[in-house]
C-alpha cells in the first residue's frame, strides 16, 4: 500500500528556489531513504511534507488524503511523526516528561501511559531511568528517548533527519539497528541521511537528491551499484 506520494513539489525560500519538481513515494512497512549533501534540500522537503514550509506547487498525499499545506499539528493527527536532526530533547526536564511532550494532541494525551509503556517495551533502559534528566544520558539513551518520543503520537510513518549526526560510529551502527527494530514492529520509516553507506544497509528503497532535484531513486542494492552514488557517496 502506498503510504506518502510526493508530487512535483516545487519550494522557495523568497526569491530562490530550492527545490524543483520533487517526487518520491513511501509503502506501507518500508524503511525508505533520502540521501545527499550539505545543501541538497533534504530537510526543506521533510519541513514541506510535515507542514513547516509552504510549497510553490504541486501535492503531498498521505494514506490516500491530500495533506499539501495543512498545519503540522493536523499532520501529525493524521499519523506522520517527525524527529528532527540532534533530537531537540528538553534537558532539563525528565524522561518521562520528554515521552510526555510527544502526547500533546488531545487524542494522545489521554492514552499517554499506554503509549509510554509501549515505548518502554521497545526501549528497556528508559523504563529504568525514567526519572532521569534528559542532560544526564548517554548518546545512545538520549537517541532512543527522542525515538521514543516520536511513538507517542502513535504514528504510522516516522521521519527521521539526520539520525546519526553528532554519534560515534559505535551509536550510529545501534541507532540503525533501532530504525530496523521499529519497522519490524510495524512502523513506516522516511530516513534522512549523510551517512549513505550506513543507511543503503538497512533501507529498502533510496532516493538521491542533489542540488534540490532528485537524480536518482532505486532499492539500496541498485543505489550500492550505481557508479554516481559510488563515487560521489560511498567513496569507491
Known amino acids: 500500500m502506498l503510504m506518502l506520494e510526493v508530487k512535483n513539489l516545487n519550494v522557495f525560500y523568497g526569491n530562490v528556489q530550492v527545490l524543483w519538481d520533487v517526487s518520491l513515494n513511501v509503502k506501507e512497512g518500508e524503511i525508505v531513504v533520502l540521501v545527499g549533501a550539505n545543501g541538497a534540500?533534504?530537510?526543506?522537503?521533510?519541513?514541506?511534507?510535515?507542514?513547516?514550509?509552504?510549497?510553490?506547487?504541486?501535492?503531498?498525499?498521505?494514506?490516500?488524503?491530500?495533506?499539501?499545506?495543512?498545519?503540522?499539528?493536523?499532520?501529525?493527527?493524521?499519523?506522520?511523526?517527525?524527529?528532527?536532526?540532534?533530537?531537540?530533547?528538553?534537558?532539563?526536564?525528565?524522561?518521562?516528561?520528554?515521552?510526555?511532550?510527544?502526547?500533546?494532541?488531545?487524542?494522545s494525551w489521554v492514552v499517554r501511559k499506554e503509549r509510554q509503556e509501549q515505548v518502554f517495551e521497545f526501549f528497556p533502559r528508559l523504563k529504568e531511568r525514567r526519572k532521569q534528566l534528559a542532560k544526564t544520558l548517554s548518546g545512545g539513551e538520549r537517541q532512543m528517548l527522542a525515538m521514543g518520543r516520536c511513538l507517542m503520537s502513535g504514528p504510522k510513518l516516522c521521519f527521521f533527519d539526520e539520525l546519526s549526526y553528532g554519534l560515534a560510529p559505535k551509536l550510529v551502527k545501534e541507532s540503525f539497528k533501532m530504525l530496523e527494530m521499529l519497522r519490524d514492529n510495524g512502523l513506516t520509516i522516511f530516513l534522512i541521511e549523510q551517512n549513505v553507506n550506513q543507511s543503503l544497509e538497512i533501507a529498502d528503497r533510496a532516493y538521491v537528491l542533489e542540488n534540490g532535484r532528485i537524480v536518482s531513486h532505486g532499492t539500496s542494492e541498485e543505489l550500492k551499484q550505481s557508479d554516481h552514488v559510488r563515487k560521489a557517496y560511498l567513496g569507491i
Open 41 to 107: 534540500g533534504k530537510t526543506t522537503l521533510l519541513n514541506t511534507i510535515t507542514g513547516l514550509i509552504q510549497p510553490a506547487s504541486g501535492s503531498v498525499t498521505f494514506m490516500g488524503h491530500d495533506i499539501t499545506g495543512l498545519p503540522p499539528n493536523e499532520i501529525v493527527e493524521l499519523g506522520i511523526s517527525y524527529l528532527p536532526e540532534g533530537g531537540r530533547l528538553f534537558p532539563d526536564m525528565s524522561i518521562q516528561e520528554n515521552l510526555e511532550m510527544g502526547s500533546f494532541l488531545k487524542k
